[in-house]
């Protein structure tokens, strides 16, 4: 998370080393303690959000290690255990995202922040990458332990990496002379959750995303003004006061408009996504599907279990794609962990977007990394997918990335900090 990726491509030979010959009792002791301090320490910044919620997603993460563990057998032919582990370790993984609902953590993931390691992601996937790393991990346990042949394998490891890296120089995405360029500018209103739901500061919040609107407009004249998670945290919809407001806001800029709102529907709840075009009409309308546990939902509360937090969101059940009012263009929308759901992003791609916008509220974390660990995921769907993700947190990380994987900042919007950036991107657009 801190941007030392080489380790990924080493970190699991000590596992091994600890799990070779040992009895199944010892093996899953390892794994409880490998995957309780892992994946405990990745993920801390979610203890402030909730206890219960942090301790059961470290028991769901660490279950991948604990079946690698049961079933990891070390055999005395090298190549076995090359192929075997890797293979394990990819099961283990998918069984793993498989178990909390596509929300994945890919080792593969520890790439995110180095582009020239990502070429190879959008051929074989965050899947294929992590058998890459674990083959690496396993060719350098055999030479471990087989002396007589160490040099074979660590120049066989040596090649693998160097032919990763080889293929991020070379591979770049080409832009299609039918690309279209867009101008879009989002807004980071870095208002606290506490803040957001507090209804003295109600006007005073959305007043800050309006004027950081209008001053982008002022500078940009953009295509597309995105707001991000909950911006608007009630239902704007059933507002006489506020969507007259925005709507004349988009129609002002004659620009699209799409904001976070928390609308009331047929007494459902939803995290949404709406869009606003350039005439100040409503034309789209997401409710966020794969909903947090402990967050957004109280598992069990239909058997009266209360975990201490008094949100009841309901899923939507269709695809987030919009189509933009001033070009032929149509984009996917993710609400916040959705990002983390490579199948779902995934869909959007096939139902026909041309690019992704995530919109977050990474204001619960308080730490650095937690942020960081968020945010990978927007940069490994625009590897996946071959096209460009914008992120748009409340309090940051906000940034554009781009096919090839690099990050585009704009100086005017830091971590925890209020205001705007404006993006130019070229979109391929099939002919």
Same mark, same amino acid.
């Given at each position: 998370m801190y941007g030392f990726w080489p380790l990924i491509w080493v970190f699991a030979v000590p596992l091994l080393l600890a799990l070779k010959d040992k009895p199944l009792k010892v093996r899953l002791?390892?794994?409880?303690?490998?995957?309780?301090?892992?994946?405990?320490?990745?993920?801390q910044g979610l203890i402030r959000i909730s206890p219960a919620g942090f301790l059961a997603f470290v028991v769901s993460l660490s279950c991948q290690v604990l079946i690698f563990s049961c079933f990891f057998i070390?055999?005395?032919?090298?190549?076995?255990?090359?192929?075997? !582990?890797p293979l394990l370790w990819c099961i283990s993984e998918l069984l793993r995202n498989k178990l909390l609902g596509g929300f994945s953590f890919y080792i593969s993931h520890a790439h995110a922040f180095c582009p020239v390691m990502l070429k190879l992601y959008g051929t074989v996937g965050c899947l294929g990458m992590s058998f890459i790393i674990i083959l690496v991990n396993a060719l350098l346990?055999?030479?471990?332990?087989?002396?007589?042949?160490?040099? #074979?394998? &660590?120049?066989?490891?040596?090649?693998? !990496? &160097?032919?990763?890296?080889?293929?991020?120089?070379?591979?770049?995405?080409?832009?299609?002379?039918?690309?279209?360029? &867009?101008?879009?500018?989002?807004?980071?209103?870095?208002?606290?959750?506490?803040?957001?739901?507090?209804?003295? &500061?109600?006007?005073? #919040?959305?007043?800050?995303?309006?004027?950081?609107?209008?001053?982008?407009?002022?500078?940009?004249?953009?295509?597309?003004?995105?707001w991000p998670e909950t911006a608007f945290p009630d239902d704007l919809l059933q507002s006489d006061r506020w969507l007259p407001v925005i709507k004349a806001q988009a129609l002002h800029m004659n620009a699209d408009l799409l904001m976070g709102i928390a609308p009331i529907i047929n007494g459902k709840e939803y995290n949404s996504a709406l869009l606003i075009n350039a005439h100040g009409q409503m034309v789209g309308l997401y409710h966020k599907q794969a909903l947090?546990?402990?967050?957004?939902?109280?598992?069990?509360?239909?058997?009266?279990?209360?975990w201490g937090r008094g949100y009841h969101i309901s899923p939507g059940n269709?695809?987030?794609?919009?189509?933009?009012?001033?070009?032929?263009?149509?984009?996917?929308? @993710?609400?916040?962990?959705?990002?983390? #759901?490579?199948?779902? @992003?995934?869909?959007?791609?096939?139902?026909?977007?041309? !690019?992704? @916008?995530?919109?977050?509220?990474?204001?619960?974390?308080n730490d650095r990394p937690s942020c960081l660990?968020?945010?990978?995921?927007?940069?490994?769907?625009?590897?996946?997918n071959h096209w460009w993700v914008i992120r748009v947190a409340n309090t940051g990380f906000s940034f554009a990335v781009d096919p090839d994987g690099v990050i585009h900042t704009d100086m005017n919007i830091k971590l925890w900090h209020e205001g705007f950036g404006i993006f130019d991107i070229m979109v391929n657009k099939p002919s």
């Open positions: 002791g390892y794994g409880v303690f490998w995957g309780s301090c892992a994946y405990g320490l990745m993920t070390s055999s005395r032919r090298w190549w076995v255990n090359v192929i075997y !582990f346990y055999v030479a471990v332990i087989d002396r007589k042949r160490r040099v #074979n394998y &660590l120049f066989t490891a040596i090649i693998i !990496f &160097l032919s990763v890296v080889a293929i991020g120089v070379v591979k770049k995405e080409q832009v299609s002379p039918s690309a279209r360029h &867009l101008r879009i500018s989002i807004i980071q209103g870095n208002i606290s959750p506490t803040e957001k739901m507090d209804a003295a &500061l109600f006007d005073r #919040n959305v007043g800050i995303h309006l004027t950081l609107t209008e001053q982008s407009y002022q500078i940009a004249h953009p295509n597309l003004v995105i947090v546990p402990f967050s957004e939902t109280t598992p069990f509360s239909a058997w009266g279990i209360d269709r695809p987030g794609v919009f189509a933009l009012g001033r070009e032929a263009l149509r984009f996917g929308v @993710v609400i916040c962990s959705e990002s983390a #759901n490579p199948g779902l @992003v995934a869909k959007l791609r096939r139902e026909g977007a041309d !690019f992704l @916008v995530e919109i977050s509220n990474d204001g619960w974390f660990l968020h945010s990978e995921a927007a940069v490994m769907r625009a590897v996946e």
